[in-house]
């Protein structure tokens, strides 16, 4: 059985923020679909693609209550008073919602340790690999990419090449989240707490994580393993 893209539509950041402003003023999902639709209503027009662009939305910042209550909580929490971190926490938030935006960035992630450019003839060759050759693929693909032009992640150096854009996180709860969806995701058994920092999912951010950190941080588990600590997959 093939996997489902689902992300399909660009995501702009100020609709993933007004999708977050509906949660913390308390509604609940009936009635955040319903100002989603309305809000929504003013850019898009097709109610085929307002459709798509809000369940996108739910996906990330609505339905992730019930997937994963821990990282939803602390995200929620974080968002409420956060004011330069916002694109950090989306990201975090879209990396546990969507595994064809984990592909994105852990390709992108991994060539941008030897270069700052990539192509989008190359993603899509190397998203075909994991995915098969689908044309809802291609077309995710090209959204995909808009998102991450919007959200800042990247920008257009000339027609089909772009160049990756770092953003600095400072935020320590920010960082947490980051790391909780890092490891909700399951893709490793344990990180090397030298290695978190350059990690490919995260590949548009600069953040520094030390061993002190994490030993006082009442949210991950440290344990010791060929002789260096490392950061396991059970969160407490």
Known sequence: MSKIVGMSRMIKPEWLDKTVEYVLQGDDATIIKENL?????????????????????LNIWVKSKDLHPAIYKTAIDVYRSEKKNKMALNWAMILLAYPVF???????GKLSMIQDTFTTSWLKEKLTEEWGDRSTLFHSCDKLLQTLKAIGAIESKKQGTYEIKKHEVT???????MLMCLLALNRQAYYDISELGSNPLFFPFKFNITLDWLHRSPLFVLSNFGGKMVLTSDMK
């Open 37 to 57: 639709n309305d809000y929504l209503s003013f850019e898009i027009n097709s109610p085929t693609n307002l459709r798509k662009t809000r369940e996108i939305l």
């Open 102 to 108: 984990i592909d994105v960035a852990s390709r992108i």
């Open 171 to 177: 935020d320590e709860r920010s960082i947490a989240v």
